[in-house]
């Protein structure tokens, strides 16, 4: 899946690890803070981090918080790409805002593991 909508739930397999992938676009700069139901596993840059094995993460929340920093003078568009593979189906989606006065946004999204 490669669209601007990010699906809410997410179906793991109960013997494989679900790993996530955050990804900031259009040249702008930020880190990102993951929790899995409400606890934090990662700050920083997110690449392939193991978020947990399907049948342990089943029925918990994934949540992910990015700032991102203006540092594209070219564009007024911020891009967070999510990237979540070892469940049924892998995939990749992408969420886009743009900066209104501050040179900062933040970017929320959750996932239900299912």
């Known amino acids: 899946m490669s669209n601007d909508q990010c699906p809410?739930?997410?179906?793991?397999?109960?013997n494989q690890n679900v790993?996530?992938?955050?990804?900031?676009?259009?040249g702008?700069?930020?880190s990102s803070k993951v929790k899995l139901n409400g606890q934090t596993l990662e700050g920083g840059e997110i690449t392939n981090i193991n978020v947990g094995l399907g049948?342990?993460?089943?029925?918990?929340?994934?949540?992910i918080n990015t700032t991102v920093d203006k540092a594209n003078p070219q564009?007024?568009?911020?891009?967070?790409?999510?990237?979540?593979?070892?469940g049924l189906k892998n995939i990749s989606?992408?969420?886009?805002k743009e900066f209104g006065k501050d040179d900062s946004v933040i970017l929320s999204r959750s996932f239900n593991f299912k």
Do not use: F, M, P, R
């Open 93 to 96: 989606c992408t969420e886009k």
């Open 19 to 26: 790993n996530l992938t955050v990804t900031i676009g259009d």
């Open 55 to 63: 049948k342990d993460i089943k029925g918990k929340k994934l949540t």
């Open 28 to 30: 702008q700069i930020g």
């Open 8 to 14: 809410d739930d997410y179906s793991v397999i109960d």
């Open 75 to 86: 564009t007024n568009k911020a891009s967070i790409t999510y990237d979540l593979s070892g």
